[in-house]
């Protein structure tokens, strides 16, 4: 019988060594991030499922702390004020429950970060649509393809994978590492 452990261990192990060229993607994400920051912007993370879970757990390690005690960063995760999803779901849409949220928390020099494992999730593009359009820079965190996203985001991290779940245990590492770098080019590590 063959381990189902040791499966997803190899094809995690083959996927994280092909993300070796994501390298400057990365580098060049958290010096997006760091000079809204600096600026006094916010960043503004998205996503559905898996990747509303993964929103949370960046921003949260954002406002709290990563890497050792300092001052919290202007973070948010869209998918966390369950009357506003409801209301705005109820009311327009679910495609509309971030843009309407972006409209609304969102400025010129923020940025949004839209995490969806397909890149083609229709709330993530409406709210990315609205952030360009805002002056509000747009990192996609995504996979497979990149779908539709890819095209519409300013930076593009496209995690090249079919599994979901390979692409989500990417997307975290990717996202801690932006925590990090974010963290070291403050000067707060």
């Avoid at 063959?2 to 996927?15: G, I, K, Y």
Wanted: proline share 2%; with cysteine.
């Amino acid at each position: 019988m063959n381990s189902l452990f040791l499966h997803n261990l190899a094809e995690q192990v083959a996927l994280l060594q092909s993300l070796q060229p994501l390298d400057g993607a990365v580098s060049q994400a958290a010096a997006i991030a760091t000079q809204s920051l600096r600026a006094g912007g916010k960043l503004m993370f998205c996503g559905n499922g898996g990747s509303a879970a993964d929103s949370q757990h960046l921003a949260a390690e954002l406002t709290g702390r990563f890497i050792k005690d300092r001052r919290p960063l202007a973070a948010i995760a869209l998918s966390t004020d369950t009357s506003a999803l409801t209301c705005i779901a109820n009311d327009y849409s679910f495609d509309e429950v971030f843009a309407r949220q972006v409209q609304g928390l969102g400025r010129a020099g923020d940025v949004l970060i839209g995490i969806s494992t397909s890149g083609n999730s229709r709330n993530v593009i409406r709210a990315v649509e609205d952030a360009r359009g805002a002056g509000i820079q747009v990192i996609g965190l995504l996979g497979r393809d990149g779908g539709a996203l890819r095209e519409l985001c300013d930076l593009a991290i496209v995690v090249p994978s079919q599994v979901t779940a390979r692409i989500q245990e990417s997307h975290i590492l990717i996202g801690h590492t932006l925590c990090g770098l974010i963290e070291q080019q403050l000067g707060l590590v």
